[in-house]
């Protein structure tokens, strides 16, 4: 089993900055991928960003340029730092484990990021 416990959620005006984090324990193993979904109200959960263990990157081309994932393998933990975020950003958003070659994710709980125009 992993958890992950997410951080960092908030409020904040259109064009500011909000720095997500998560941390996994338990059962992480070296190969794994960790990211970020969100899900705003009356829609889909979608991708926003993903990271291997090997720091490649992919991300939704809605944030492209805006945010940026990273992570510290020795604390497995992964940031998103979100910057000139705009009220279509407004969601809560979930971070997520997956051993490299599974198909089990393992999700935080969510943390609420809010926009205001």
């Known amino acids: 089993q992993v958890q992950l416990v997410a951080s960092g959620g908030g409020l904040v005006q259109a064009g500011g900055s909000l720095r997500l984090s998560c941390a996994a324990s338990?059962?992480?193993?070296?190969?794994?991928?960790m990211g970020w979904y969100r899900q705003a109200p009356g829609k889909q959960r979608e991708l926003v960003a993903t990271?291997?263990?090997?720091?490649?990157?992919n991300y939704a081309t809605s944030v492209k340029g805006r945010f940026t994932i990273s992570r510290d393998n020795a604390k497995s933990t992964v940031y998103l730092q979100m910057n000139s975020l705009k009220p279509e950003d407004t969601a809560v958003y979930y971070c997520?484990?997956?051993?490299?070659?599974?198909?089990?994710?393992?999700w935080g709980p969510g943390t609420q990021v809010t926009v205001s125009s």
């Open positions: 990271i291997t263990n090997g720091v490649f990157t």
């Open positions: 338990g059962s992480i193993f070296s190969l794994n991928v």
């Open positions: 997520f484990y997956r051993r490299t070659g599974t198909s089990n994710d393992y």
